[in-house]
């Protein structure tokens, strides 16, 4: 059987090629993992919390697409607010996203680091493997491993 390729496919191509132009290596590096951790960890949760393979997606292209500003920009500053325009650029680009969905994923982003707001379960996705990322990223770190959300996904993960 033939590989399919998917939308992700399109989005990590366009997100590669500007990965790849990232001077500094070790931002590089970050920019690899963090944006693709949370994109896998958003698909799981997606999954794991009785989402469809459309929606974990959607949740995953989010995922890789949310800082997209703080690593390929190098711009903290409104990062979500700029990783979700840009996301709306990259996703129009890829010609293969209904109006809805960009929405949706941008929506996310947009207000991924409003982690104290209770936002629609796509949002709550994005947050939540944000947090998962950077908690997995070294667990015995106890600034990530004390935060609510952290907290609240070893509950409903590991139980």
Request: aromatic content about 10%; hydrophobic content about 40%; glycine content about 4%.
């Amino acid at each position: 059987m033939d590989r399919q390729y998917t939308k992700i496919d399109i989005v990590r191509s366009i997100l590669d090629d500007e990965i790849k132009q990232i001077n500094d290596e070790e931002q590089k590096r970050c920019a690899y993992v963090h944006l693709y951790g949370v994109g896998q960890a958003a698909a799981f949760l997606a999954m794991k919390r009785g989402f469809g393979r459309e929606f974990a997606e959607l949740a995953e292209i989010a995922g890789m697409l949310h800082d997209y500003s703080k690593y390929v920009l190098n711009d903290d500053a409104y990062h979500a607010e700029k990783s979700a325009q840009h996301a709306r650029t990259i996703l129009e680009k890829g010609k293969v996203f209904e109006v809805d969905d960009i929405k949706i994923v941008c929506d996310a982003i947009y207000n991924h680091s409003r982690k104290q707001e209770i936002g629609n379960a796509f949002c709550e996705i994005l947050k939540d493997a944000d947090e998962m990322q950077h908690f997995f990223r070294n667990p015995t770190e106890n600034y990530f491993f004390e935060k609510e959300r952290v907290q609240k996904l070893m509950k409903e993960l590991c139980v």
